[in-house]
């Protein structure tokens, strides 16, 4: 199954208990409110099929697994109604990946950045390529990385999580990411890594259905109240993207890329 979005898609493909759903954008993979609400309902989806053993969640390209919002919606919103829903897009993807019973693989084949992080923040498992570095930019466009902040602060704690907050314009390498615990495994080249999620996919793909979903509610506990949270979280961000600090920021981003 294949969504096409305009200058974008999200692709879900099926082989023997694993579905891998990838997703792609042209801006560095940056996520639009329709790939947002494709992958969560991708996600949900492949949570409800019963021959679904593991999840595997992927971007197509190099260098970039997912530049986190898409710039040109951002700078579309005009209102605080607007704002809440299109961060509710990112909110739902979270939401998904952490209610599905099935383990959810993240393959990080390049940078992560603002939601990028959140995105493998929110995996169960996730494999990267030396090079993929992360940073939550947010702060520096005026919001701050609220909804996807109670999954990176869950996985990696919370002093990593205030510095990446913090000091919003800082790369971190892969391996402070590895080591903070946001990579389960760093790999020197890409064909590393997709032996290893081809090798751990496999092994889960023959795994207990329902071993691995009792392990996952525990994995997760303490998150049941994200719905509401997120959903608080999104009227945040909604808010401040109107701010004029925001709006200003975003322009002088937009005319850059075009220089």
């Avoid at 692709?11 to 208990?17: P, S």
Wanted: glycine share 8%; proline share 2%; charged share 25%.
């Amino acid at each position: 199954m294949i969504e096409e979005i305009k200058d974008g898609y999200v692709k879900v493909e099926r082989e023997h208990g694993i579905a891998t759903i990838e997703f792609f954008h042209p801006q560095s993979n940056s996520l639009p409110g329709k790939i947002l609400d494709a992958l969560a309902k991708g996600i949900h989806s492949e949570g409800l099929n019963k021959e679904t053993k593991v999840i595997i969640l992927r971007s197509a390209g190099e260098k970039v697994f997912c530049a986190g919002a898409s710039f040109d919606e951002l700078a579309a919103i005009n209102t605080e109604k607007e704002g809440l829903h299109f961060f509710l897009g990112f909110a739902q993807v979270i939401n998904a990946m952490r209610k599905v019973p099935q383990f959810t693989i993240a393959r990080i084949q390049g940078k992560c950045i603002g939601g990028g992080v959140g995105l493998a923040a929110s995996a169960d498992y996730a494999i990267a390529v030396e090079g993929s570095d992360i940073k939550l930019s947010e702060l520096a466009m005026g919001i701050g990385p609220f909804v996807v902040g109670p999954a990176v602060e869950r996985k990696l704690g919370l002093s990593a999580f205030s510095q990446l907050t913090i000091d919003s314009s800082m790369w971190r390498s892969a391996d402070w990411a590895r080591r903070k615990g946001l990579y389960a495994e760093l790999h020197a080249d890409i064909a590393g890594v997709d032996d290893s999620i081809i090798r751990l996919s496999t092994t889960l793909s023959h795994s207990s259905s329902e071993a691995m979903h009792e392990i996952k509610k525990i994995l997760w506990k303490g998150t049941e109240h994200w719905d509401e949270l997120l959903q608080q979280r999104a009227a945040i961000s909604g808010r401040l993207i109107l701010s004029d600090y925001s709006k200003q920021f975003i322009k002088k981003f937009k005319e850059k890329q075009k220089t």
